[in-house]
């Protein structure tokens, strides 16, 4: 079921619902209300990054968009809720790559003249809001986080997370809730001219990333939503 589509100079990005159980959504005011017997979810949608960045630093972007999710389990029944927020590419010249952060799992996609970014709460963060039971239950926190493997010389990290990467975007899974818990996450899109960093003319601008790099509480506070 798709809720959302977001054009770029890449193609359009497609935000989309997958249940197993009927459901209905809606227009609100801030964006869209997905009810089916098992989940109410509230979909934020908002322009602003774009405007946000321009505050704090010189760093410009093209277009953003991002969505919030809000989702409440009404009882305990077994209903099965996924998300996705992927680029449709339009030319085989369209590549990707993961471009993560400290608490930030994004993907860089690109073609020879425009990028664009995408991004989400890594496993970390996700497990720190569990831990203090900030819209993620404090009992789903050891299915979260970064694990780290291998040898001392050797050492890998593996990602815990109810998000994982597509080929040009994101899905997330939703863990079995309980009736009364309530889960956030969110996807952040920004697009951009492909161009050289003014500061490192041997890298390219990565402006995008930053616009992908928002956590939970700076979201809720410059979109004033309440809690």
Known sequence: MKISNFKTQLGDISLNLHS??????????????????????????????????????????Q???GWIFR?????????????DCSLERTSTEITSEPDTGEN??????????????IGTEDGEMMRYRAEKNDWMPNRLKSELGIIKTGSFLNQKNQEKS?????????????????K????YFHYLVA???????IDYPDEYDISTNFAVDYPKWTLIEKLNLKE
Do not use: C, H, M
């Not at 964006?31 to 321009?54: A, C, H, M, P």
């Not at 930030?104 to 970014?117: C, H, M, R, T």
């Not at 109810?162 to 309980?178: A, N, R, S, V």
């Open 180 to 183: 009364g818990e309530k889960l």
């Open 20 to 61: 197993n159980k009927d459901g209905e959504i809606t227009n609100s005011e801030s964006g869209y209300i997905f009810q089916s017997d098992s989940f109410r979810v509230e979909i934020i949608e908002f322009t602003e990054i774009k405007n946000w960045l321009k505050e704090v630093s010189e760093i410009e972007i």
């Open 162 to 178: 109810f998000t994982k990467q597509l080929p040009f975007g994101f899905e997330t899974k939703i863990p079995k809730l309980k």
């Open 63 to 65: 277009s953003s968009i």
């Open 71 to 83: 989702i409440t389990k009404l009882n305990d029944n077994n209903e099965t809720l996924n998300f």
């Open 191 to 197: 697009t951009n001219e492909l161009k050289k960093s």
């Open 104 to 117: 930030l799992q994004a993907i860089w996609i690109e073609d020879k003249k425009n990028v664009v970014s």
